[in-house]
Structure formats: structure tokens, C-alpha cells
């Protein structure tokens, strides 16, 4: 099975797949990062029936760690099933960090983590932040070190939906983008390989120093959030907090208590680019 | 009144991490690998049962030096309902009827 292999920020992944297509893609969206050579998590791309190579292909995503009633996806979402099972081994495999569902982007040595549900807007926050100034770190999952309680990079490709794509191409006129992956189960998707200072610097990590919860969509406001709310908060955001047993705990619990952590709403990314530059100014 | 006559244990300090955040405290469990959040008075009343089996009118009587818990009776039925669902998470354990 040709497969393909790539280093994102500490992890190491390789992918194999039974149609060559998706692997083009990726070997071209990830032409500068690292080739390791060592495996963490091994994801395989198969055809759902012998048939399904040829006929209306279908994609199983198979791999490490797997989530058994995944649906099937047609082939021309490839890459889409590619960065959807790397995310998973992310997800349900990877202990030496604690793992919380964020993005989070470095300026001065020092990290802002935004969080939230689909459709808050952290990730493309992140991407429009590492647009101006800021180093994009990552826009799905940001890893906490137990020992150090560093942020350590996550740059995967930017996974922009729907109106955050045409957004991002009028933002970013030299970026590099993937196909457009219409009518995913998301809606429209289409990658974007993150600036080059996020790549040439995934190996440095950062302290972090602001916490927010961006929301999308409703009028501006800040609101503080309590330790104690963030702290819930952050375990329904973590995909293996009670997996690390206590160094999750002391992981989570050392950065609730040293990171202010604050609630914003917005309804442009103007105006919560704004916001954050001023929050980060007074808080961080 | 049985309940207030049952005597309860908390595990040795070290068998737990707690962590005051505002206004909850958690607290790790390190044999469960659990968290619990918890509210005044359960923080206080870990710490002041220390390893001594206690029944909930002792311990009331032992809080109410540092601590507002109300009228006494009001009090022993309060801290014998905690005791009886800290018992239920395992963080005390019931050790016999006095």
C-alpha cells in the first residue's frame, strides 16, 4: 500500500491508502514539513469493499485507534478522511500530553489557547490571528506538556468550512489551499497550510497566558469565567484528561489556576481581533 | 437516630489531591482516577475527620468551631447527609453503628 509520512508538531504519523490521490494531496499540502522516521500512529485509507476500489470509490478510515461506526466517505474527500483519522489517533491515542479540542497562536514566547464548540470560530480565529503577527500553533487540539505546563505546537493544515474559506483566501492571497471538499458532513471544507513561521517553528513550544471562549455570531461582550467553570469546561474539552489519571489533574489544574480566562462574543473577526489584542494587552 | 450514630473514616490525606478553585474545591482521587467538585462544607469536613472514625454529631460539633453551619440540629442532619454521599463516592467509609 503506498503510503506517505509526516511530522506534525511532536507526532509522527504515517499514512497509507489504497488510491494514490489522497496522498498526492497531502505529499503536496505538507511538501515542508518534517518526514520522520519513526511511526506514532499509523492510518490507513481502504476502500470499504473490494469494489468500492474502482466503483463509486468509498473510503474506511483503519488505523491505531478507530471509531467503529465512522461513516464511509466518497473518495474525492480523501484528504478530508486522511486528516480526520490523524486526529482521531491525536484524539483517543496520544498520552505524553494532555490534549484539549483548541487552537492556539504564540507571540513573545507566550500563548493564547481559544476554545469553544464547532462553530465558535477558534480555528479561523487562529488562522486570521497567524495572519497578523501572531504564530498559528494549531487549530484542533493544543497540547499541554505535564512537566513543563508549556503549550507545545500542533500545526496541522487549517481546516477552514463554509464562509470561513472565502474569508481566508481574501485574508491570505499567498496561502496554499487544498481542493474544495463540497458537502462534507461539516458542509463545504478546504484546507490551508498554515504560515511558514508555524511549520519552520513547530518544535517550539510556548507558556500560555490567555484563555478564551470565543462565540460566533452574537453581539460583543466579555465575560470573566471562573477557575472553577473553566476547569469544567476544560474537561468536556479534552479528549484524555481522565486517560492521564493525575497528571491530567495537576496538568489541568496548573494552567487553570495560572491563565485568566475570559468569554467573548463577536460578530466579525475585525471586531474579535480586536478584542483579543485588548484583552491581551491588559491580561496576558 | 441511626444515621447520626453511624461512624465514617476518610481516606489517608495523601490518597487524595485537593484543589481549592473559588468557589469549588476538586478533588482527585488518586485510587479512582476520579475528580469531584464539591462545595463548602465537604472540603472542611475531610479535612477536620481526619483519619478518626466520627459520627455526623461529633463532627458538627468539631466544625462548628471554625465553620457556620447554622442551628445544631439543623447542622448533624446537614453534615449526615454529606457524610452519607461522600461514603457513596467512596471518599469516606462507613465503619460500623455506635
Redesign the interface.
Same mark, same amino acid.
Given at each position: 500500500m503506498p503510503e506517505f509520512r509526516v511530522q506534525v508538531g511532536p507526532a509522527a504519523f504515517r499514512i497509507g491508502s489504497a488510491w494514490s490521490a489522497p496522498l498526492e494531496q497531502m505529499a503536496e499540502l505538507y511538501r515542508d514539513y518534517p518526514k520522520p522516521d519513526f511511526t506514532d500512529f499509523t492510518v490507513r485509507l481502504e476502500p470499504t469493499t473490494w469494489l468500492r476500489r474502482w466503483l463509486r470509490p468509498s473510503i474506511a478510515i483503519g488505523g491505531d485507534y478507530m471509531l467503529p461506526d465512522a461513516a464511509p466517505l466518497p473518495l474525492a474527500q480523501g484528504l478530508l478522511a486522511a486528516e480526520m483519522a490523524m486526529n482521531l489517533q491525536m484524539a483517543l491515542g496520544w498520552r505524553r500530553h494532555l490534549l484539549l479540542h483548541a487552537s492556539a497562536v504564540e507571540r513573545d514566547g507566550r500563548v493564547l489557547v481559544m476554545t469553544g464548540q464547532s462553530g465558535s470560530g477558534k480555528s479561523t480565529l487562529s488562522a486570521l490571528l497567524g495572519s497578523q503577527g501572531w504564530r498559528f500553533m494549531g487549530d484542533e487540539f493544543v497540547l499541554l506538556d505535564p512537566v513543563t505546563g508549556q503549550v507545545a505546537p500542533f500545526p496541522r493544515l487549517i481546516s477552514l468550512k463554509n464562509s470561513a474559506i472565502s474569508a481566508m483566501q481574501a485574508a491570505q492571497r499567498d496561502a496554499r489551499f487544498g481542493p474544495l471538499l463540497a458537502g462534507t458532513p461539516k458542509g463545504d471544507i478546504r484546507h490551508m497550510v498554515p504560515p511558514p513561521d508555524a511549520i519552520a517553528q513547530m518544535a517550539q513550544g510556548g507558556a500560555p497566558a490567555l484563555l478564551l471562549f470565543p462565540r460566533y455570531g452574537y453581539p460583543g461582550a466579555v465575560r470573566e469565567v471562573?477557575?472553577?467553570e473553566t &476547569?469544567?469546561r476544560l474537561?468536556q474539552a479534552s479528549t484524555n484528561y481522565?486517560a492521564l489519571?493525575?497528571a491530567g &489533574?495537576?496538568t489541568l489544574?496548573r494552567f487553570?489556576?495560572s491563565v485568566p480566562s475570559r468569554a467573548i462574543d463577536y460578530q466579525s473577526g475585525e471586531e474579535a481581533i480586536a478584542l483579543v489584542e485588548k484583552l491581551w494587552e491588559r491580561l496576558a | 437516630m441511626a444515621a447520626s450514630e453511624t461512624h465514617y473514616q476518610a481516606e489517608p490525606a495523601d490518597a487524595r489531591?485537593v484543589?481549592p478553585?473559588?468557589?469549588?474545591t476538586?478533588i482527585?482521587q488518586?485510587r479512582s482516577?476520579i475528580?469531584h467538585?464539591v462545595g463548602e462544607p465537604v472540603p472542611q469536613m475531610l479535612e477536620e475527620m481526619g483519619r478518626d472514625a466520627v459520627d455526623a454529631s461529633t463532627l458538627a460539633e468539631r466544625l462548628a468551631a471554625s465553620f457556620d453551619l447554622g442551628g445544631q440540629d439543623d447542622a448533624v442532619a446537614l453534615i449526615a447527609e454529606r457524610l452519607e454521599e461522600l461514603a457513596g463516592l467512596g471518599l469516606v467509609e462507613r465503619i460500623s453503628d455506635a
Open positions: 471562573a477557575p472553577s &476547569f469544567m474537561t481522565v489519571g493525575e &489533574f495537576t489544574t487553570v489556576k | 489531591i484543589e478553585l473559588d468557589m469549588m476538586l482527585y488518586r482516577g475528580t467538585m
